[in-house]
């Protein structure tokens, strides 16, 4: 029997509106899926639409400035036809998402105890005394000691990994069911990378998570992720077990990334030539078109569909 999703994304669609009367298509028709316990690399570069995405799942864009349309069905709910009210409640309880930047991310103006003890009480309830417990638990789970001193302790006053680590902490405060970390490592230097990196795989087994990893690093993949899906102008342009996805890439922009990869690739770096389209004025067909050494003329008519290669492999690609 096929596990159902613990998330499942379908034909979602995000349009953003400009002043000047421009539409940003910034997701076009992206399926996405994750179950429970396991963990999905979205990988793909700057403005591909990765970090869009995780915000149309946790309810965060404007309803003024985008238009935001399919299904992102979760614990029995369309998280896109839900009043505010019960968004509100799955958003930091069974939903809960870690932001690239800790410092940002984090309220300068309160104390890392604070803002965890304030999640549990939202979400839990419970008396102060109780909720402070928890936190301690949970500073000490994510590996900050002595916890009990750090709880008073400002965001300033904390290094960049353990910033990240408290950021983790105050995600998994309320026992979230999914969680979303956006680019988690890219601030931090290599060693910490790998520890806050073994530590999200860590909890992910240990509380049975399901985890969306959003990163531009295939060699981070590579590391946390069973599945990934590469991204690209705002569509997912290929899909598959990791492992079979990095021994054979099937679409031209992941043999790109690859080749591009300081992580993975051995001998001399190859750039992917090019820049990645303006979003606001996609080609007619493939969005890579421009950029693929590959190419041919039919690759221009018309966006090509995603093809399933074997039982569990995808790619966007005619030459597939």
Known sequence: MTEIPLIEIRDLQIIFHGDDGRATHAVDRVDLSVAKGATLGLVGESGCG?????LAIMGLLSKQSSEVSGSIRFDGFDLLDVPDQTLRDLRGNRLAMIFQEPMTSLNPSFTIGDQIIETILRHRGGSRRNARERAIELLEKVGI????ERLGQFPHQL???????????MALAAGPRLLIADEPTTALDVTVQKQILDLLDRLRRELK????????????VAQVAERVAVMYAGRIIEEGPTREVLAKPLHPYTQGLLRASPTLKRGTLTPI???VPQLT????GCAFEPRCELRRAECAAAIPALRIIGSDH???CILV
Do not use: C, E, N, Y
């Not at 990765?50 to 995780?54: G, I, P, R």
């Not at 004025?281 to 007619?284: T, V």
């Open 50 to 54: 990765k970090s869009v995405t995780s």
């Open 145 to 148: 000691t002595p916890a009990g």
């Open 159 to 169: 290094s960049g990994g353990l910033r990240q680590r408290a950021m983790i902490a």
């Open 209 to 220: 998570l399901g985890l969306l990893f959003i990163t531009h690093d295939l060699g981070v």
């Open 273 to 275: 030539p090019g820049a």
């Open 281 to 284: 004025a996609l080609p007619p």
């Open 314 to 316: 995808a790619a966007r």
